[in-house]
């Protein structure tokens, strides 16, 4: 039996979502490091960076999905970041597809 609310669904959420904003900020950086972004055209650039943030959001991805199945025996509740199942879902079908074919 699940005993979560929705608002811990909607935190998980949330702190999700700036971690992928860390994610991708911290890619930009690299970047912008290693290419100049004004002279890089879109169509090489937006490849490179999903190519870079997509492999580095599975390194995240890993955790919450452990932690979204993982539950305590005895209280019945879970622990850490939650997410939907659906959410999880969509998101490693999105992470897989779009890096095999970018990193390929």
Excluded: K, Q
Excluded at 29 to 43: E, G, K, N, S
Excluded at 65 to 93: C, Q, V
């Amino acid at each position: 039996m699940l005993t979560t609310t929705d608002s811990s669904f909607l935190c998980s959420e949330i702190v999700f979502s700036f971690l992928l904003l860390v994610i991708s900020g911290l890619v930009l950086v690299l970047l912008r490091y290693f290419l100049p972004l004004r002279r890089t055209p879109f169509y090489l650039l937006i490849p490179i960076f999903l190519a870079l943030a997509l492999p580095a959001s599975i390194i995240l991805l890993v955790p919450i999905d452990l932690a979204s199945n993982a539950r305590d025996p005895e209280l019945g509740i879970h622990r850490g970041i939650l997410l939907p199942t659906g959410i999880l879902l969509t998101s490693w079908r999105i992470l897989y597809w779009e890096t095999f074919f970018l990193t390929w």
